[in-house]
T-cell receptor, first 117, second 112 residues
Framework: GAVVSQHPSWVICKSGTSVKIECRSL??????MFWYRQFPKQSLMLMAT?????????EQGVEKDKFLINHASLTLSTLTVTSAHPEDSSFYIC?????????????FGPGTRLTVT | DAKTTQPTSMDCAEGRAANLPCNHS???????VYWYRQIHSQGPQYIIH???NNETNEMASLIITEDRKSSTLILPHATLRDTAVYYC?????????????FGTGTRLTIIP
């Protein structure tokens, strides 16, 4: 149980284009999902908290107009990197909390590697 | 959330117990200690968490000192597949306080 998937697992796009990354909880419902970014040899940095049916909460320094988050259902959150540039190349990871559990551990997806050329 | 301090790297022989320390001297009364690990180019994997009692599951044991200012994650019989970066994270338990703040973690290398 507690499986989170991401699609695509990797993507290459040209500078200026937009890329959408999906995060799904496969066997549980998640009112809250989280989006992280990880640059090579660095730790994970939280970008935003995605709440089902409401606006996402962004961390300081993360541009909400550039990283659009939509959490339309209890099992799906999407991150769209708009007008991508080479500096947006990174490993994007989502996580989800199982709302059916009393504890608050998060389950992570396998990540999406974005390369902007 | 309280800050944690972990050694940058550790080696452990295959088959031996791997003991990963973590200092969290500023932990507050309602904060839990969580451990995750990240194998190269994968998403983090939840290992274990605890409040003040020692915990054990199929993956590992968590030993928390009585004053809760430090803890140790124990992998009882390390295998090559346990090579990963291990993150110790302190986090509140209340709904709405669920953010995980990742530090630099400990890079554990299991030696054949």
């Amino acid at each position: 149980g507690a499986v989170v998937s991401q699609h695509p697992s990797w993507v290459i796009c040209k500078s200026g284009t937009s890329v959408k990354i999906e995060c799904r909880s496969l066997d549980f419902q998640a009112t809250t999902m989280f989006w992280y970014r990880q640059f090579p040899k660095q730790s994970l940095m939280l970008m935003a908290t995605s709440n089902e049916g409401s606006k996402a909460t962004y961390e300081q320094g993360v541009e909400k107009d550039k990283f659009l988050i939509n959490h339309a259902s209890l099992t799906l959150s999407t991150l769209t990197v708009t007008s991508a540039h080479p500096e947006d190349s990174s490993f994007y990871i989502c996580s989800a909390r199982d709302q059916g559990r009393a504890s608050y551990e998060q389950y992570f997806g396998p990540g999406t590697r974005l390369t902007v050329t | 959330d309280a800050k944690t301090t972990q050694p940058t790297s550790m080696d452990c022989a295959e088959g031996r117990a791997a003991n990963l320390p973590c200092n969290h001297s500023t932990i507050s009364g309602n904060e839990y200690v969580y451990w995750y690990r990240q194998i190269h180019s994968q998403g983090p994997q939840y290992i274990i968490h605890g409040l003040k009692n020692n915990e054990t599951n199929e993956m590992a044991s968590l030993i928390i000192t009585e004053d809760r200012k430090s803890s140790t994650l124990i992998l009882p019989h390390a295998t090559l597949r346990d090579t990963a970066v291990y993150y110790c994270i302190v986090r509140g338990s209340n709904f709405g306080n669920e953010k995980l703040t990742f530090g630099t973690g400990t890079r554990l290398t299991i030696i054949p």
